[in-house]
């Protein structure tokens, strides 16, 4: 793992500058540096920091690319893109993809009411609005709302009790007008096909969502009787995210592209677009031979073009507009969660831990020659040696034979025996190694939570790339675990023989370390969870003025306890009062004593839950 992936998954974002990963943009920041300003101002614990320069490289991407391959096939129609809001809401992201993307014309794609709201104040009117999901009468109103105000919205049906809704509200907010003003229409349709992997859910016939083709026959029907087909301007589809292979794709393509031309030859004119939905893979393997998408932008955007131009063509229909409701692909890589390393958990596992004594069991002697003359030339069978004392050992503590001391000086001897042979014998490589290096595995303590911030790890083991941020000039060679800081054992990243993580050996009570976790900027932080209350990271925009010169902008700090409390309805004056009364009441405590403990406690409850350092390391110092 050269680099820790870099060239797999980075997309030239970052670059290794001799020992730290920096930003590969304008003065080319190290996130060492950008990270150690930041808590500079006081601000611990983990970090999430958003990059909004990725955000536009990422729109302007998906526009070139789809804007080349309709020159290349002399496509005539447009090419528009929304975001889907589920995969970010978070101000800090939404507020800065509206900024970027503004030569774009780009717009927002809403599955909820309070979705809907985001997207009806932050989107421009010109750009469009796309409504997808269940709605109830109250949702589709807000779509007719929206039209009036001006939106450019398209409201998606994805049943037939939908669109009576709209038949509905559509009475009650146009009769008698002189202009009625309707949403744009569009139609989910359920595919034959489906995509692949863990979130392929979202098509194919098992979907919950839209209209089987008798269903598709009947809206029309439906729509022509209430004179509303010249709203009907859109077909949908969605095959599911993170789509790591093209086919599917194709076949889905082809499916809604004989659907469009279907519906426009039996005389749905105003129909001019097919929505393809989201799914465009992120790269975030880490290891050669590992990767998650088996193909590039520029494929997928000349597949798109030429299936619907080639149906169009074979119709005899016009070229539709093609929408993409793309997330993740945008969102993924603008941002990086920065979090401290608090302890490494086997240190105890060196020689200063020995408590060798003047007469030891034999084979404690004996481990303790092997551990003293372990040479290359014998690593292997000292090695087997070794495993074998162990065994026996184990089994003579069990029968009460040696003391506590004895296992203890086993336990460390051994490990330091397996720490150097794998050492001695780090270019053979051979299985029996591999599995040692399991037994020999650091675990890395680490200043945040899985669950609050990588909570597609957590449920569906999706790896996210992690490094740490500097050192990046000497080779790690610890075998590495993290864990969180939950009282939960599903919050570790285990190490994978499969997918080996190597870190550092520091000690962290004389140097900081940091671990980085790349491309969680697409649905991680909405999905997270306050397990055990740690709660949403403290977070930065980071900019870059005229200059080149990095900015740390709209810093907003993790919520402090008692908000955290008050979010979960406590009432908090309660808590304060109960708090204050317990100290003021309390029989042992002389009048300074309260003040001193009150001023504790206040200041305690103004900070967030996340760990500042942990005694261990205080106490070291
Ligand atoms: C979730 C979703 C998307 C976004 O999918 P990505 O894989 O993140 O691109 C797009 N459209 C619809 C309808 C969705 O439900």
């Known amino acids: 793992m050269k680099h820790f992936g870099l060239n797999i998954w980075g997309d030239n974002n970052f670059i290794i500058d001799h020992d730290t990963i920096n930003v590969n943009h304008a003065s080319r920041p190290s996130l060492l540096q950008i990270t150690q300003k930041i808590r500079e101002k006081g601000y611990k614990g983990p970090l999430l920091l958003r990059f909004p320069h990725l955000i536009k490289k990422q729109i302007s991407t998906l526009f070139t690319t789809f804007e080349k391959a309709k020159k290349e096939f002399d496509y005539k129609g447009n090419f528009q893109a929304v975001f889907p809001l589920k995969v970010n809401q978070f101000p800090n992201f939404i507020e800065s993809l509206i900024e970027v993307s503004q030569a774009y014309n780009y717009g927002l794609e809403a599955g909820s009411k309070a979705e809907l709201i985001i997207a009806m104040s932050k989107t421009p009117l010109e750009a469009p609005i796309t409504v997808n999901g269940f709605k109830d009468k109250e949702m589709i109103s807000l779509c007719f709302i929206a039209a009036k105000m001006g939106h450019n919205i398209t409201v998606t049906i994805e049943g037939l009790g939908e669109l009576e809704t709209i038949i509905q509200v559509n009475h009650e907010l146009n009769d008698g007008l002189d202009t009625p003003i309707v949403p744009k229409i569009g139609v989910r349709i359920r595919l034959h096909s489906t995509g692949i992997g863990i979130w392929a859910k979202s098509g194919g016939y098992g979907s919950k969502f839209g209209l089987t083709s008798t269903e598709l026959l009947e809206a029309y029907e439906m729509l022509k009787k209430h004179t509303l087909l010249s709203y009907l301007w859109m077909i949908h589809f969605h095959i599911g995210s993170q789509m790591s292979d093209i086919a599917p794709l194709k076949k889905a393509l082809r499916e809604a592209g004989n659907i469009y031309a279907e519906l426009k030859k039996r005389g749905a004119d105003a129909l001019g677009a097919i929505n393809i939905g989201g799914g465009l893979a992120v790269e975030y393997s880490q290891h050669e031979g590992k990767t998650e998408r088996n193909y590039s932008l520029q494929e997928f955007a000349n597949d798109v073009v030429f299936l619907m131009q080639e149906i169009a063509k074979s119709k005899g229909v016009d070229e539709p507009d093609i929408f993409t409701e793309s997330g993740r692909y945008i969102a993924a890589s603008h941002s990086v969660l920065v979090a401290p390393v608090l302890e490494l958990f086997s240190q105890e596992y060196n020689e200063k831990g020995l408590r060798l004594k003047e007469k030891n069991p034999p084979l404690i002697e004996e481990l303790n020659d092997l551990y003293t003359s372990l040479s290359r030339k014998h690593a292997r069978e000292y090695l087997h040696d070794a495993l074998d004392h162990m065994e026996s050992l184990l089994t003579l503590f069990d029968l009460g034979y040696i003391d506590l001391e004895d296992r203890s000086n086993t336990e460390i001897l051994v490990n330091l025996i397996i720490k150097k042979a794998i050492f001695l014998l780090q270019n053979e490589g051979t299985d029996e190694l591999k599995k040692l290096q399991d037994r020999i595995q650091e675990k890395y303590l680490v200043n945040f939570s899985a669950f609050e911030s990588l909570p597609d790890f957590w449920g569906l083991a999706q790896h996210f790339p992690v490094m740490p941020l500097d050192r990046l000039n000497e080779k790690p060679t610890n075998p590495a675990s993290i864990w969180d800081i939950t009282c939960d054992s599903d919050g570790e990243i285990g190490f994978n023989r499969n997918l080996p993580l190597y870190l550092h050996d520091i000690d962290v009570s004389k140097e ?55 979010d979960l309805d406590y009432d908090t004056h309660l808590i304060d009062k109960t708090l204050t009364y317990r100290i003021e009441a309390s029989k042992h405590l002389s009048k300074e004593e309260k003040q001193a403990l009150l001023d504790k406690l206040y200041l305690y409850l103004s900070e967030n839950s996340y760990l500042k350092t942990i005694q261990a390391i205080d106490e070291r110092e």
């Not at 697409?522 to 306050?530: N, R, T």
């Not at 990271?537 to 990095?550: H, K, L, Q, R, S």
């Open 512 to 566: 900081e370390y940091f671990l980085a976790f790349f491309l969680t900027g697409a649905y991680q932080e909405v999905l997270g969870m306050k397990h055990n209350l740690f709660t949403h990271p403290t977070e930065a925009v980071i900019g870059f003025d005229d200059e080149g010169n990095y900015t740390v902008d709209k810093l907003i700090e993790a919520q402090n306890l008692m908000d955290i409390l008050d």
